[in-house]
């Protein structure tokens, strides 16, 4: 017995091992995929080291749900990976011990982080994502640092764009500036020959001061005799300062601003919310019946092909023949009847297009939080069925390292994440239901870990040319037999 839990510590602690490391791996590599991202976000802000941390803290929280499941795949497949390729495994079969009971401890070791992994998507995904956006917006909508550069317009102050031919240290040599901030129809022209740029002491305000220069500048608000004429005013300067708004601090925005997404939700919430808005879908949805049931428009009915009634509104049916509609009518009433009817059915379209707004609004919303609720589920099932895959793929592969089985990884967690990917568009467009969306990926995937856990318990060797070289004869000596040709014949006949 003491030999066992030797073994099931020798496997628990290579697992570990591989499973951190692998872990911090991915997580960097997304991290930089993150990064990218946001790389026009991020740069020239001027935002402190401090705000950038705390951003990043808040990305590797958000991808922990994505990194895990990729991580517990290649820790598990370089594990049996490396233990089928030093013998060890088999080994440990001659002794009597099958595959399952070898992996026992990591079953119940990934069914802790499962259930890890689910309280994490419940409690902690939920407010770090909304901590990140919320920061990653207020970063977004900071002003740029200040940094004119030489040869090019810049744009960094808003409604204003501001070309400097050349620097000398503080100074700006040769400016040109268009003013769009009191809009286009009123945009100012300024030239300089010099001018230095600085922030106000709150700094709240750019002040620019400009030397031996002239401005331009339309007046087209003035009202004047004449709608041709617009009026313009010139000025000459050998000073001249011009005071702009510019907010340099970093206001962080309030956290409430995605407290309705379903991002920043639990299963608690999510649950309130989706019950909350299928009422409003509902109630908006019968109110759209009732207003195309009881407005006037024509229905055809099924038991006369040329009749048709007006409805209930008009107190009375009135039947009419559709093919001698026109007889008794003169060109300019027959004109005047299809425009009419034209105009009708363009307001019946452009109202049917309106309710549909109205309602897939609220639909769209009602589906993104039944995805998010049934994804809190589905991606901690996802840990499970890729340690399933990873560590029976091992045992039959029995090749370790970061070579093989990281390309293994790699091509299976692009399937999964593109049929993952998939089901949510779908769910989310309202195609399928949300349960058949997300779990999608996990209905492809299960019964892969499945046909792999059978044949690594079998000793199979799926990845042994000769097994499928010796497949394909006898499937080519049964096709021989049903057409009637011996294997000599096939030889003489190729021959």
């Not at 764009?161 to 809009?183: A, C, E, H, P």
């Not at 300067?237 to 962080?252: A, I, M, P, T």
């Not at 990873?390 to 990281?406: D, E, N, S």
């Not at 967690?413 to 993952?420: L, Q």
Request: proline fraction near 3%.
């Amino acid at each position: 017995m003491s030999f066992i839990k030797k073994i099931d510590s020798y496997i628990l602690k290579r697992f570990l091992v591989l499973l951190v490391m692998t872990f911090l791996i991915v997580i960097f590599i997304l991290l930089m995929q993150f990064l990218w991202k946001h790389f026009e976000d991020l740069i020239g802000k001027g935002v402190g080291w401090s705000v950038l941390a705390e951003l990043f803290f808040y990305a590797t929280m958000t991808l922990v749900p994505l990194a895990l499941p990729l991580a517990l795949l290649l820790a598990s497949l370089m594990t049996f990976g490396n233990l089928g390729e030093s013998f060890e495994l088999t080994a440990m079969k001659s002794s009597g011990i099958s595959l399952f009971r070898i992996i026992r401890p990591l079953i119940v070791l990934v069914g802790l982080i499962v259930v890890a992994a689910f309280f994490f998507s419940n409690n902690v995904l939920p407010r770090a994502q909304r901590d990140m956006y919320t920061l990653l917006f207020s970063i977004r909508h900071k002003s740029p640092e200040l940094d004119v550069p030489t040869g090019e317009f810049y744009s960094g102050i808003n409604g204003v764009n501001l070309y400097v031919r050349g620097k000398n240290g503080n100074i700006l040599k040769d400016l040109m500036i268009y003013d769009f901030s009191n809009g286009f129809n009123n945009a100012m022209v300024l030239l300089a020959d010099s001018g230095k740029i600085q922030l106000t002491n709150d700094k709240k305000h750019l002040l620019l001061t400009l030397y031996n220069g002239e401005s331009f500048e339309n007046l087209r608000e003035q009202k004047m005799s004449s709608p041709d004429n617009i009026p313009y005013r010139r000025e000459s300067f050998s000073l001249k300062e011009v005071l702009y708004d510019y907010d340099s601090d970093f206001n962080r925005y309030d956290e409430s601003l995605l407290q309705d997404r379903h991002i920043s939700k639990n299963i608690k919430e999510l649950s309130r919310s989706i019950d909350s808005i299928k009422l409003i879908v509902q109630e908006r949805s019968e109110m759209q019946v009732q207003e195309m049931l009881h407005s006037r428009y024509f229905a055809f009915t099924g038991n006369h092909r040329n009749t048709l009634f007006l409805p209930d509104s008009e107190k009375s049916y009135s039947q009419y023949d559709v093919d001698s509609a026109f007889i008794n009518q003169t060109n300019a009433e027959i004109e005047m009847s299809i425009n009419h009817a034209m105009d009708r059915a363009k307001n019946m379209a452009d109202h049917i297009t309106y309710n549909k707004f109205l309602l897939g609004e609220p639909q769209m919303n009602m589906n993104s939080h039944s995805a998010e609720w049934h994804r809190k589920f589905s991606l901690s099932f996802a840990c499970l069925i890729f340690f399933f895959i990873g560590a029976p793929l091992g045992a039959i592969i029995r090749k370790g390292g970061f070579g093989f089985p990281v390309v293994i990884s790699v091509l299976m967690f692009v399937v999964y994440y593109i049929i993952d990917l998939t089901g949510y568009k779908m769910a989310r467009e309202n195609i399928w239901e949300a349960y058949q969306g997300m779990w999608l990926s996990s209905v492809v995937l299960f019964p892969i870990g499945v046909f792999l856990t059978y044949k690594a318990a079998k000793d199979a060797t799926l990845f042994n040319a000769d097994t499928y070289i010796k497949l394909f004869q006898k499937i080519k000596n049964v096709f021989l037999r049903l057409i009637g040709r011996s294997e000599e014949e096939e030889f003489k006949y190729n021959q």
